[in-house]
């Protein structure tokens, strides 16, 4: 699958510092942007201007580069002293590099570290700042509308009205850019107040043309037109709830047939408000947490963990289809997380000293501290835990997201789009309590987090393609809906003979839209307000 573009990036990139190379002068530094894609081949994205005489450098051109949340977007900077007109920049002295990922940026805003030369070692003093801005405009209009008198079009009953927005292209046609909901037999409308980006309204030009019709709805297709009248967005921010700003709506056929004619109707804008909306990267460069919890499927249907056709064998290299999954997920999200310890927890096994069935047991055996130092840690801990617990059951998913939402619960006393979570649940099979877990899942729904279930193994997955709402809404067992789609479930089959970066792009596609749904509807700002600039 194609990824998504989340949205562009712009790069400011300055030094100081740097390694002097001209003799007489001080160096003419230049960065090039380099992009890695898949192995050790690196591609030239773009590169600054050279500023002259200067080892402090503040680069005015930035770099644009497009951000993808689902993939580790691997980058590298290097600074050159360039003097010479080629544009071959290996017979340049090299002044150092600095290699992270976009993630990494964008999770810090602003990053200012060491650059190093090709053989690792610090490039004197010099280091790189780069300061990661998001290119966009994130302003929505929010209208309340209503009509009064409108034309009647209906030989039984009124009209049944309805408003469409279109915006005027560079060519002159009209492109629809919003229609209202129609309200059945009635004359004096008043539809539901919606919201639609400034941009799709009118280009973001608070004097482009914006034509509004009004229509009586037929269910046969042949809507008829009542009239219809062209403002600005200039106009419309005007109204007010005490002074709406009102345009007669004009039928010109009518106009033209019908000596005393005045108008359809009136079409009356009660309200006209531009806000901002927040978008995922302000939450994450405004110092919003994501924090990744893993749980692993120990039941007895993975098979012995020492036969070759366990899930849960480790091969001659030391992986197999859990831990492809783990490193796949926590690649991604390790960088927006600042202290990348992850808690891991296994379930359906007889775990030590008494081997009693636990369906969350930390994978390090220390309740107090389940935490584990980055992937490699999680990784770790599995290959470490593996010997020490035998696979029992049952298949319980409840008892682990009712454990991570209760952390999630306690991040929402903060008020601040400061945390979120996101649950990854390896497993093998079918689910044994499927109410407990749509319960679960239900009241998860309602706190800032996020669950991806990859299912492993040749197992019938259907119960969890009915856990991912996409097909319809999730209900808990008493019939309670979820109030948001909150899972991303994936069998590893699909990806077996994919790149290792697929299976990520996949279940983590849909997790940007998910955090800014959940702080937007609880109207939560991020802790440092980049937006609010």
């Given at each position: ?13 300055s ?47 930035k ?15 290097g ?45 004197g ?94 269910s ?55 806000i ?15 924090n ?92 470490a ?27 929402t ?57 996409d ?39 849909e ?23």
């Amino acid at each position: 699958m194609a990824a998504q573009c989340v949205t562009k990036v712009e790069l400011t990139i300055s030094c100081t510092n740097l390694l002097d190379k001209d003799v007489g002068s001080k160096s003419d530094p230049l960065c090039v942007l380099l992009q890695n894609i898949s192995g050790q081949q690196w591609y030239e994205v773009d590169r600054t201007e050279r500023v002259k005489n200067s080892l402090n450098p503040k680069f005015t051109k930035k770099f644009l580069i497009d951000y993808y949340f689902e993939l580790v977007q691997k980058l590298k900077f290097g600074i050159f002293d360039i003097d010479n007109k080629t544009f071959d920049l290996n017979d340049d002295d090299f002044l150092g590099e600095f290699e992270c990922t976009l993630g990494q940026i964008v999770s810090s805003r602003t990053l200012t570290k060491p650059l190093v030369l090709k053989n690792g070692r610090p490039a004197g003093r010099g280091s790189i700042t780069i300061t990661a801005e998001e290119v966009k405009d994130n302003r929505v209009v929010v209208l309340e509308v209503e009509a009064r008198k409108l034309d009647n079009k209906d030989f039984f009953g009124k009209s049944d009205p309805y408003l469409e927005f279109h915006k005027q292209t560079g060519d002159g046609n009209w492109v629809m850019v919003h229609r209202t909901e129609v309200i059945k037999n009635n004359l004096n409308p008043v539809w539901r107040p919606f919201k639609i980006s400034l941009n799709s309204l009118c280009y973001s030009d608070m004097d482009k043309s914006i034509k509004v019709e009004c229509y009586d709805y037929d269910s046969d297709g042949s809507h008829d037109l009542i009239g219809s009248f062209q403002t600005t967005m200039s106009k419309l921010k005007e109204a007010s709830r005490s002074s709406p700003v009102e345009f007669e709506c004009i039928n010109e056929k009518k106009r033209q047939k019908k000596k005393n004619y005045k108008n359809s109707g009136i079409v009356s804008i009660k309200h006209c408000e531009i806000i901002v909306e927040c978008t995922f990267l302000d939450y994450i460069m405004g110092g919003c947490q994501l924090n990744f919890t893993v749980g692993i499927d120990f039941t007895g249907s993975n098979g012995d963990p020492r036969s070759p056709d366990s899930l849960h064998y480790l091969s001659p290299n030391g992986v197999n289809e859990y831990l492809t999954a783990i490193w796949s997920v926590g690649l991604v999200i390790q960088d927006y997380d600042t202290d990348k310890m992850f808690p891991a927890f296994g379930f359906g096994a007889q775990i030590p000293p008494s081997f009693q069935v636990s369906h969350e047991f930390p994978l390090n055996f220390n309740p107090s501290n389940p935490f584990c130092n980055g992937v490699q840690g999680i990784v770790d801990a599995y290959r470490a835990c593996l010997p020490q617990v035998r696979l029992y059951g049952p298949t319980n998913f409840s008892p682990i997201i009712n454990h991570v939402a209760r952390f999630a619960a306690a991040a929402t006393q903060q008020q601040t789009a400061s945390q979120y979570f996101i649950l990854l649940i390896i497993t093998d099979g079918v689910i044994t309590d499927l109410d407990q877990t749509r319960t679960a899942i239900v009241n998860a729904s309602k706190l800032p987090m996020s669950i991806i279930i990859v299912g492993v193994g040749g197992a019938d997955f259907d119960a969890m393609e009915f856990l991912d709402g996409d097909d319809g809404v999730l209900r808990s067992s008493s019939g309670e809906p979820a109030v948001r789609d909150i899972v991303q479930f994936v069998p590893f089959r699909k990806f077996q003979n994919s790149p290792k970066e697929a299976l990520a792009q996949c279940v983590l596609a849909e997790v940007p839209q998910q955090v800014v749904n959940y702080f937007s509807t609880y109207k939560l700002q991020p802790p440092k307000n980049p937006a609010a600039k």
